[in-house]
């Protein structure tokens, strides 16, 4: 009984300590077919979901456009963070070419920040991106801070186009001169058939673009793994300690009742 009243008393101090922040590793893995699109990197926030980049079917605005056009977020960032002052917002750069993957750890208040926003340039293109237009659209975490979404995926179809840009391979990025541009005057809307006219193309990377992609073809994916923080594992591993000391004294217990004379 000693056992189990020591194991209870140590789950009960490990979920309470779940209540603080956690710390979230994130994950982005380029699915998409070999020699076709690359990713700039992910832009994101673990948020209350106040902060909405851009809309369907309405102009883009700068914040999304610094994404699109340049993959920099020069204006995404500073817009989300006057948008939503205590959102914890980060970066994982650098170029993902297909079948490669990055990660990195962010200290999150999921009670205070339970949503992910993100967006991040599709190359090559003038304009692409992907990225979620409602901010609430993906709820991470409950009242309870327990994680509700383990990834997040981005199918072809889901590929945005802010139509800020003329499509021209000459100034596209990773194919072309991404100092050039035209605007468009357009409206954001889902694309991805205008990626097949950069086929054959040589990109930045070295590799001569092919698209091969259809609507339903993976393309990105981002995956959340929680990580216990050290005062966490501080209770988890004091309350197995204090459960593996009651059963060796319970054995010793025994051990001594098995040589006592009758």
């Not at 009670?111 to 709820?139: E, Q, W, Y």
């Not at 800020?164 to 000459?170: G, K, T, V, Y």
């Not at 006219?197 to 590799?207: D, H, I, K, R, S």
Request: glycine share 10%; hydrophobic share 50%; charged share 15%.
């Amino acid at each position: 009984m000693a056992r189990f009243s020591v194991a209870a008393a140590a789950l009960a101090l490990c979920t309470t300590a779940g209540a603080a922040p956690l710390n979230v590793t994130v994950k982005v893995e380029n699915l998409a077919p070999t020699n076709s699109i690359s990713f700039a990197p992910l832009h994101f926030g673990f948020n209350n979901g106040s902060f909405d980049a851009f809309d369907n079917g309405a102009v883009a605005t700068a914040p999304i456009i610094s994404v699109a056009e340049g993959g920099s977020g020069s204006a995404w960032q500073p817009a989300f963070a006057a948008a939503d002052p205590t959102a914890t917002r980060g970066t994982i750069g650098g170029l993902l070419q297909p079948g490669e993957s990055r990660s990195s750890s962010f200290l999150v208040d999921p009670l205070l920040n339970p949503f992910f926003t993100f967006a991040a340039m599709v190359v090559p293109s003038n304009d692409f991106f992907i990225g979620n237009d409602s901010p609430t659209r993906f709820r991470l975490f409950d009242a309870a801070g327990h994680l509700l979404i383990a990834s997040i995926g981005q199918k072809a179809r889901d590929l945005w186009d802010a139509g800020s840009e003329l499509f021209d391979p000459a100034a596209a990025a990773f194919v072309g001169n991404n100092d050039l541009r035209t605007p468009q005057n357009g409206v954001v809307r889902f694309d991805f058939a205008e990626l097949a006219g950069f086929n054959g193309l040589t990109t930045g990377a070295g590799y001569v673009f092919n698209s091969a992609l259809t609507a339903d073809s993976d393309v990105y994916r981002i995956s959340f793994a929680v990580v216990p923080e050290p005062e966490t594992a501080v209770l988890i591993a004091a309350g197995l300690f204090a459960v593996a000391g009651v059963s060796r004294r319970r054995r010793g217990q025994s051990s001594a009742s098995a040589l006592a004379p009758a």
